[in-house]
């Protein structure tokens, strides 16, 4: 806990961060709904397009959407790398853990099962 | 964003102003529930890319989502967290008109999602496209209107704010109050973003 203390002495807080814990100036919030537009506005400019194959496509929605949440994890939840943050930023990863081991678990688990289910049209002549 | 600091809580040496303890100790309980719905999220969104093939010989993505409307939709929800965002400036500024009128609009646009959304699921349902058609349709239903409902509470949320800032007027309260709404608030827009990428954009490939 000292080294929180000691980081805030000599680091002080950006302005716009009160001592409420950083509510943010509404400039913040128009540069985060710029970008946010400008991603969004390419991902349905992206899904519609013809001059991409379909796997880029997917490829690059995937990496608007991050880019995207990025953009709202800064600019409206003002989530920082400021060493006072760092409990804040360490629920966040743990969640991201979580997230990660619970969709990609679950498609892979799913996946392999589907691989191990005997053919429908066998499955039916079997149950006659 | 308010951070777990220790000169904060109740028992650290220097006596601080108690309203920012709580408003310190609450913001982070609060986000720390907000991560745990992200992981409820995260569950809908497995099912749904597991099932999202099953489709039974019923209709498929590319045949009921129509993206124009979801375009609207996310467009809606992005102004919306934009205004929340100002409201909660404002009601730390004190400036009680300029917070009416963004908690107002908040709500004129969550309703408007929530409308547009309403409208999409019976058209869906007209079309012969329901919940009960596929599995692919029930992954889709329970996860578009999981956050469609978390939409709902938000809406009561904001009208509970209305008759909470006419009753006490402004205070530490209120303040962190409107602190914990607009963290759930820009929260559903993040999961919204998942929602639009994953379901209606990729989903609509063909």
Known sequence: ?128 | MTTLDASRLPFADPPHDRAADRLGATGFGFYVYLLSDAILFASLFAAFAVLHRATAGGPTGPEVFKLPGVLLETACLLVSSFTCGLAMIAANAGRKLALTGFLAITFALGAAFLGLEVSEFTRMIAEGAGPDRSAFLSGFFTLVGAHGLHITVGLAWILILFGQLWRDGFGPGFSRRIFCFSLFWHVLDVVWIAIFTFVYLIGSQP
Request: hydrophobic share 55%; net charge positive; proline share 4%.
């Open chain 1, 1 to 128: 806990m000292s080294d929180y203390q000691d980081s805030r002495a000599a680091a002080p807080r950006t302005p716009g961060e009160d001592a409420r814990g950083g509510v943010g100036h509404w400039k913040t919030y128009a540069v985060g709904l710029g970008l946010a537009l400008l991603l969004t506005g390419a991902a349905f400019a992206m899904a519609g397009t013809t001059l991409m194959t379909p796997a880029s496509i997917v490829a690059g929605l995937i990496v608007l959407a991050i880019a995207q949440m990025i953009v709202h994890l800064i600019f409206f939840l003002h989530i920082t790398t400021a060493p006072a943050h760092k409990t804040n930023i360490l629920a966040l990863l743990l969640t991201f853990v979580i997230i990660l081991l619970v969709v990609i678990g679950s498609l892979v688990i799913m996946g392999q099962s589907n691989g191990l289910m005997m053919p429908m049209d066998q499955l039916m002549s079997r149950q006659r």
